[in-house]
């Protein structure tokens, strides 16, 4: 049998060309696509799990059909994965820490386009010691379909007991409890942020820190700055926390993008306004953000995961693709903005330090609340 010929890629193709050729109305990610995205982004952590790269009781829970979702065989997506999650919950553990410290009442954590995360459940089920009971609130938002299936699985009596969630009740497209809502809103929509207020009930003078995992990339920019600007306009104290994709102009980014769009028809336009660090902290500082710190995945991998750790997830699967693992980390970054002094974040290279992991007395003490949640095995 014979084998077809590999497509041919420009590789130097530049992402505006891209974009140009694409009809208007096809320059988005439809809802299924969004939706495939979650289910591949839940399979490739579900791997990494079970290979042991870090620990989550909850994965296997929220898969949709157990039994016919394929794992990852990616080295780099185990480890870029693990780097990915790692970083969330830090920075969401960090932001609850603070909170605690500055004597608010409540910490509100929105997790916009969540897919099927554990990062809510993770966080109850292991709480700081510094974290009063009621003082962490998680509110994840999404298309109906996926809220609609995450708000039964995590409705679950095992996952409820497991969590210490209290209070819940399952709607029909929402989960609801004392600790935790699971939302139905259309964040493309004009005006999305006062709806998440509305539906998350959320209350605008206990801060607020929001979470997009590879989110805010999917929509367009005038939708991304409207939502951010809307966010700065009405809390008093909010922080962002945005991982996605950048450098689509060079060699590796371009057909990276062009892959994305071929062969599983995945659009980027929010790219197009912040494709480089620098771009993507003028986005923030224009929405009203006044500490931001931007990096690519490789300084955050190196600079906030524990040096043992990195040790053994490095005996779990042999990787000789270093230049490839380097490249692609380059192409993903971290964006860590802020608004309101309440929280004691400090400005410049202070809060700049902070983020990228390079203090090493304060990131040491905040690993070691972590091993009780991502880094602990069974057996220990």
Known sequence: MSVPPRP???????????????????????????QRTAVDALTAKRSAVRLGYYHDEFIDKMAVNRTTMAPSTSILMHRGY?????????????????????????AQVVN???????????CLAHPNPSWPATLPRFIDVDLPST?????????RESIVKASNITGHNIGHDSFTSDQYAVISVNLKMPGAWAKVIEAGNIDTTQPVLLLSECFFVYIQPDMI????????????????????????????????????????????????????????ENRCRKAGFRQIHAQDMLSTYDGLLPASEAARIKKLEFLDEYEEWNLLLRHYCVTVAGKGDALGLGSGVEFNVRCAGEKKAAVIGRRKEFKSSLFMVDGE
Do not use: W
Not at 82 to 106: L, N, P
Not at 147 to 155: C, E, I, L, T, Y
Not at 257 to 278: C, F, H, M, S
């Open 8 to 34: 041919q890629i420009n590789f130097c193709r530049d992402i505006d060309d891209i974009q140009n050729e694409i009809p208007a109305k096809r320059r988005e990610s439809s809802q299924e696509v969004l």
């Open 82 to 106: 693990t780097g990915r999650v790692f970083a969330f919950e830090h920075y969401t553990r960090c932001f609850i820490d603070d909170c605690a410290k500055a004597g608010f009442s409540t």
């Open 112 to 122: 916009l386009g969540c897919g099927m995360d554990t990062l809510p459940l993770r």
């Open 147 to 155: 809220v609609s299936a995450k708000s039964a699985m995590v409705g």
């Open 225 to 280: 700055e409207q939502f951010l600007s809307d966010a700065t306009s009405s809390c008093d104290t909010v922080q962002a926390v945005i991982y996605e994709q950048i450098e689509p102009h060079d060699l590796y980014g371009s057909a990276m993008v062009n892959n994305l769009q071929r062969y599983k028809d995945i659009y980027l336009p929010g790219i197009t306004t912040a494709p480089t660090l620098e771009g993507q």
